[in-house]
């Protein structure tokens, strides 16, 4: 995913592209202090996504983010902003978030978490992957995959209905997988995150999870409590 920065203040736009690099893998392609030079770039390049700030010269955020919302291609507004008094005409026009300064950094981060989600249910859509089966290829949606198992050297690959063995270490597998929504929870263990329905604290500050239609509780090691809680929002 893409994005451009739209805030005629240099250190609100600083501090906005700090938390995008430091928190998401959401690419900055360009920043603007100008709202029709922003304009004319996304009618050109249409970016995946543009932070917006509402009060600025010429032609002011609310107006702009109407003329994007009306573009052919869904282009996701996310309004940066000192003014709570825009928010409901944000939402009227369909804006994924209303973001209010000063940032928080928490809120911030959980609205890039979200904005992850979306990219990475937009892939799995049509991302496949294939896999072995009674010595036969099969090909699935990622997504389908709840978790993943090393057994020795190999890896057990588990969907709510059925099971893969992969001649490779979990390792490898790992980067076979859509890395904004499959976290390596422990050496021994992948889950999918989409499929987690319930966190677990267990012994010395880990957590075991539980996943939809799966019996199996999956355990978060220590050495991957900190990358969890964060990927989780905890």
């Known amino acids: 995913m893409n994005c451009i920065v739209v805030d005629d203040e240099y250190p ?13 893998s959401i690419k900055i392609q360009e920043e603007f202090d100008d709202s029709i030079k ?19 010269p010429k032609l002011d955020g609310m107006a702009l983010g109407r003329i994007i919302n009306n573009f052919e291609k869904k282009i996701i507004i996310v309004f ?11 939402f009227e026009i369909e804006a994924f978030d209303y973001l209010l300064k000063p940032y928080s950094e928490e809120r911030i981060v ?32 990622i997504c389908d995959i709840c978790y993943c198992e090393a057994h ?10 059925e099971k893969f063995i992969e001649n490779c270490s979990i390792s490898e597998f790992y980067k076979r997988l859509p890395t904004n929504n ?13 499929k987690i329905v319930e966190i677990i604290p267990w012994f010395n500050n880990t957590y075991m999870v539980k996943l ?15 990358d969890f809680k964060h990927l989780m929002g905890i």
């Open 12 to 24: 609100a736009r600083e501090e906005l592209k700090y938390f995008i690099k430091q928190f998401s």
């Open 38 to 56: 922003a304009l004319e770039y996304i009618e050109k390049n249409k970016p995946d996504i543009v932070f917006l700030d509402i009060n600025m």
């Open 80 to 90: 940066i902003t000192a003014y709570k008094e825009h928010a409901v005409h944000a």
């Open 110 to 141: 959980n609205t890039l978490m979200r904005l992850e989600k979306i990219e990475f249910t937009n892939k799995c859509i049509n991302s496949k992957i294939t896999l072995r089966t009674n010595n036969k290829l099969r090909v699935i949606n």
């Open 152 to 161: 020795e050297r190999e890896t057990i690959i588990y969907t709510s209905k």
């Open 182 to 194: 499959f976290f390596k929870s422990h050496r021994s263990y992948i889950v999918n995150l989409e």
């Open 212 to 226: 939809q239609e799966i019996d199996e509780e999956i355990p978060v090691s220590r050495n991957n409590i900190n």
